[in-house]
């Protein structure tokens, strides 16, 4: 153990506890999640990364389908003018946009965005769609890359083009717009806690937080390491004026002209950084097993006592047998001392290592040993898959609790801003407290570099952190990315 | 059959026979799997075309997987010099480029083009990443939208955005990256054949037809119902012009510096309008059975002899035990007749019907309609899975075996232009002859609005089709698409 620490250091890991943000940059590049692009603010997704990225695809495109959406492709190119159609869309968006001015060798007549969100174009053609109300509900699911310029990027977190998926729907009634927004982010954060093993606050957004052209935002935010919030996903109620600028006009069940209540949802890989911020550990990545992209890595020890090839032939046995039920994957590289292996395994974040060495293929057993704690067990052959499924499932919820434990040292509860401003700016962390809505007190955190996270619905404090007004419900506030 | 031949009619879907173009445009409208954008050239796939992609990636992805391949995501927006580095490829791509001038507010120093292709992006990472031969062999897949900007576009033949995967390895030696481009090729061969049931073509472009800045060009085209070839997909050798362009240096066994061999191949969502030209008919679309979207559409039949509930309920349950082993839809739409929904669905394509009415509910029974030739069969409950799974397969041979009747009937054979130029330009079809490789020759075929479409090994013909000299190979000539 000591000996692999001294490696991770001498491999130039930063310091997690007090370099957190180098640690988080060096490790994407170690472990090969991803690597800078020749492009501004863009990062090239390396197959380890996109395989994670994969995963993560597949547990929510099913809870896309399974809630009765159908995905569906939209251009990436939108006349500029389209996003022009709705004020608030627009005033939040321009200063982001990419331009395509000229193509096929002349000049535009009218530029061309590159999508920085799909809302406009998939609007124009909802209202093509719609005609009467048997057209509705329309539940459309795009998976896509999107394109915001940004200042200052950072991998995953924060990148000029980034990767989504972006549901978008209409309905009958308002009241069904907002369960369809309130059921997807339930998915979300179902995708966020029983599979990425992160646990989250959601609730809305303030008025100046929200999406541009929403009327309401719901987000769902997890704390990382190092007392930081991250907006993980959103969920919005659109916006009626979109359904007029796009003239969505449709025959209601009376016969009378209506137009549809609209929503749009959407994450992104910034789940890849989240799920980065929350594991790691000085030793690397921690992948969590439902979405770890190998599950288990099995590393043959080649020693005098018995051929290679023996060896081999029960290593390449046992990945065959295990590949049934796992994601497994086995580095037989003679060029590499295990103990070099254990050491990149290790920083990819695999959960769980076997080794299978001679001593072992004699007793036909094999050593487990977790990502986690590097606890160890030897397992006989015949009790693999049990051992390893359970083994699977505990460094899950290990990892699930660990991060919950971690949030409730860092979730204060205070009634006022000038008793938690010192502790907000300088430890971070969530901190609960009452807010009377105002602009005013909500832009006071602003000194701070902290802002409003969500509202949400329980009410301790019935007074504002700042102005003392009264407050309706709490409010969560923190430093963010 | 001739009541929904006339509703065809009157629906207004062309005739097949007699304008087949606006046939193509039609259907793909009227089933809905897709719309035209108000974006130059673009089109929206609807979610029945986005499932059929679905299907066709799900099936591609899982042979570039097991043949060794990785997926990773770069980036949309390339530096426009990045292009210039290859001269033929920029000569080759400059006129159909979408160039960003313009992004966060202001002009950007460097333009950037969305891609074409990404083989100058994808080549400037590789050379960070390959430093020595244990690097290599590096094998890479992208599933990604690119952007030409096509003058006449038609759906999913030819559209200014389009969605494919490409395909991008580099090699140690020149047989290996040759046998990477040829395995890739059978590959695709497999996935038209056998998946998509279209009978194809495969062989070398020639010359003048190969992709920008590859040496080799392999290509596999299918011929469609009207007698023109489509190109469905191509595997390159890509020339080492790039590996020099792009510094891809590295030591290699001997501890000299040397550049690796170079392959990228890609197939697009055309593979949807290949199917689609294939199978199609007066009715509409056929789905090959091992994509379809849905395989079988249930169809209850309500009558006053039973009342509405209980047919349901047989018919629900029919479907969720149908769902276990096939793609099932049901259609209980109240407000339709049954001869509508046999008519809308027909049009969609979809290889079986089932229906299930108050009489076959009492004998237990269904009544199984095959998508192509109408054949009806009576099956008792307990040999519906046997029967369909049967039924499907058939289904699915019947389609290859019809597309390759129909193409030996317009694969001809012609040792000399002069002969067989005039059904050349007016009946289309495959011109199998001999070629001497001069352009000049080559550049005759112009007159007819046709082109080469690949050199094959087969040599039947020992001459030129127009200077008579020396043909090493036979070449097959078509007007394409």
Known sequence: MSDQKKSAQTQGLPNIQTSFSDWYNEIIYQAELADQAPVRGCIVIRPYGYALWEEIKKVLDKKIKDTGHENAQFPLLIPESFLKREAEHIEGFAPELAVVTHAGGKKLEEPLVVRPTSETIIHYMFAQWIRSWRDLPLKINQWANVVRWEMRSRPFLRTTEFWWQEGHTAHETKQEALHEAQTMLLEYIDLAENYLAIPIIAGKKSESEKFAGADITFTFEGLMQDGKALQMGTSHMISQQFAHAFNMKYQDRSGKEAYPYLTSWGATTRLIGALIMT?????????????????????PIYTKSMPQEEVDTAAFALKERLEKNFRVKIDND???????????WELKGVPLRIEVGPRDIEQQVAVLTSRVNGAKQTVAWQDLEHTIESTLQEIQSTLFQRARERRAAQWHKSAK????????????????????????????????????????????FLNCFYCDQESPSDVIIAKAY
């Open 334 to 344: 003679t060029h590499v001392t295990p103990g070099s292996k254990f050491y990149k």
């Open 417 to 460: 801003l000038s008793e938690f401003s010192h502790d907000l700016e300088t430890k971070g962390g969530f901190y609960q407290t009452g807010w009377c809505r105002s602009l005013l007190c909500e832009e006071q955190l602003k000194q701070y570099k902290a802002t409003t996270r969500c509202l949400i619905e329980e009410r301790q």
């Open 279 to 299: 594991h790691g550990d000085q030793k690397g990545l921690i992948m969590p097993p439902r979405v770890a992209p190998i599950q288990v890595i099995i590393i």
